[in-house]
């Protein structure tokens, strides 16, 4: 049935803009301001119109933002701020009506002679509230429940202020903006009104993505772990809280840089078995004043412990020097529970297990769990090293292999010695890559595990995607802290992870496992993303206001508080500037 929801208001365009903000240069379009006579709307954006950060706004399914007028009104009493104008909220349609309570997901409006879609309620950053100088604008329209929506272009055409809104076809379900708005951001996320939402095609791709994460969370876990979103899959909770004392019962040399670790429990309780892939923080030094924490990939077989880490020597790295050359067989270290969600799916799809220097230690245990369960699928190991000097576990790798139904095996020296054979020790000269890939001719419908340096991922994972290889098959596990990414800001020179300037605060000492940075609390941090931007820590996403569903747990940022469990701060704590990475960044120490 045809509808009219009320005479357009305004049409509101504007092309991004480098503004101020706390030291730093923002490029953003959140500026917008009403224009008069016929746009032209195409499928990606209005003419004249344009968006600072393409990853986060616009794309086809998020073309045009529409506020309410009504919302206007709200908010200007609720401010008492009566000098809003149209387009201040960045969006470029101001209508009358179309209340978020009232529009649903799938609903379909003819404007002038454009035809649209709604597809999801829109995500706000933090550029709203610069827009608004109100900081918290962000995480108040989520708040109250007035984020207004995006609509996808089904036909373009001209659209202009004073234009008829008419209701051509009610979206499936009927799910309103303002009820899957509140599905994704509060709690308890029913099983039954999230598996509606999954089944309305017009959906967006993240908000399918994020809600599909709940449900599976719900389906393989009792505890509910918060909106994964658009991050790593959910991993089961930790099989103990807080550190344990394991004894280093032998210390290995595996290659000229790289020595392990056997570590068992000391505290008399047996340690628990870990998923195949998976990492443990542990916390080593010669006294609590200099101790250390870092995360370490189980690098053996996880089903069965003792467990095994492998490090590698670093010039100037402090803990893994010091576990080369001080710490003793005998000696004590404190670890965390085995956590992590890069781990081997369990399906019958070929396995690609790709990896480069100390990246192989996650893969390596994957390979000994698909020998220890008899696998019969087909495993592809590829590994990339300097040298023979430095290709640890070869010999390991090619007797776990020997034991597989079905593999193929290439490793490749960047820089082999004279004394490296070709054809025994490895199997040609130069860096993993996708010229190699194409040329082995791996299965593209396999499941890829990629392990390594920055530059080894990012060029493997594109070169894979180049190669039609899904993004869902494509699984990630990089050593050290990823860098920030920091949405619209301008990009500065990279500063190593320092103590912040001043005198140690008085509170619990937090650790930055990626970055090896360990620091005292203090009161002039309001969160404890302050403290990481003070210390130059990288920031993945760095979500001010806990609204942004890139990030794996959903969680509230702009609090600090602390949990019986140092590893695993609470859901209401701060800790949005860790969650995207794939081990954890942030300890506190109670």
Known sequence: ????????????????????????????????????????????????????????????????????????????????????????????????????????????????????????????????GIRMDEPDMPALLVRHGRPGFYFRVIEEGDVEAGDEITLLANGPESMSVFEINALLYLPPHPRDRLERALRIPALSRGWNRSFASLLEQQRTSKIAAGNAGLGPAASPPPAWRGFRPFRVSRKIAESGTVTSLI???????????????????????????????RSYSLSSRSDAPPYRISIKREAHGAASLYIADSLRVGDVVEVGAPRGSFTLRQDARPVVLL????????????LHALVAEGSTRDVWWLHGARNGREHAFAAETR???????????HVCFSAPDPADRPGADFDSAGHLDQHLIERLNMPRDGDFYLCGPAAFMSDLTAGLAALGVAPDRIHTELFGARPSLTPG?????????????????????????????????????????????????????????????????????????YAPDPLDPPADGNVLICCSQPKADVVIDL
């Open 489 to 561: 800001i301008a990009a500065s020179p990279r500063t190593p992870a320092h103590a912040p300037v001043g005198a140690p605060g008085p509170g619990p000492m937090v650790s930055f496992a990626r970055s090896g940075l360990n620091v005292r609390w203090g009161p002039s941090y309001a969160s404890l993303l302050e403290l990481a931007e003070a210390c130059d820590v990288p920031v993945r996403w760095s979500c001010r206001t806990g609204v942004c569903h890139n990030c794996e747990s959903g969680l509230v940022a702009g609090e600090v508080s």
């Open 1 to 128: 049935m045809l509808r009219t929801a009320g005479p357009y208001i305004s049409v509101n365009v504007g092309l991004p803009r480098d503004v101020a903000w706390q030291g730093k240069t923002v490029h953003t379009g959140i500026w917008k301001a009403p224009v008069e006579g016929p746009r032209r709307v195409r499928r990606l954006n209005i003419d004249g119109d344009g968006q600072g950060d393409t990853a986060g706004h616009g794309g086809e399914q998020r073309a045009v933002f529409v506020y309410q007028d009504e919302s206007y009104r709200y908010w200007q009493e609720h401010l008492g701020r009566p000098d809003l104008v149209h387009g201040q909220f960045g969006e470029n349609f101001t209508v009358e009506g179309l209340a978020d309570t009232n529009v649903c997901i799938g609903d379909r409006y003819r404007i002038g002679s454009a035809l649209f879609e709604v597809t999801q309620p829109r995500v706000t950053c933090y550029r709203l």
């Open 399 to 409: 007797g776990l292999l020997a034991g597989l139904a079905h593999y193929h095996s």
């Open 263 to 293: 570590l068992e429990p000391t505290d008399g309780h047996r340690a628990a078995p870990a998923l195949p892939g998976q990492f443990v923080v542990v916390r080593l030094g010669p006294s609590e004043a200099q101790a250390m924490t």
């Open 355 to 366: 990896s480069a220097g100390i990246g192989v230690t996650p893969v390596l245990a994957m």
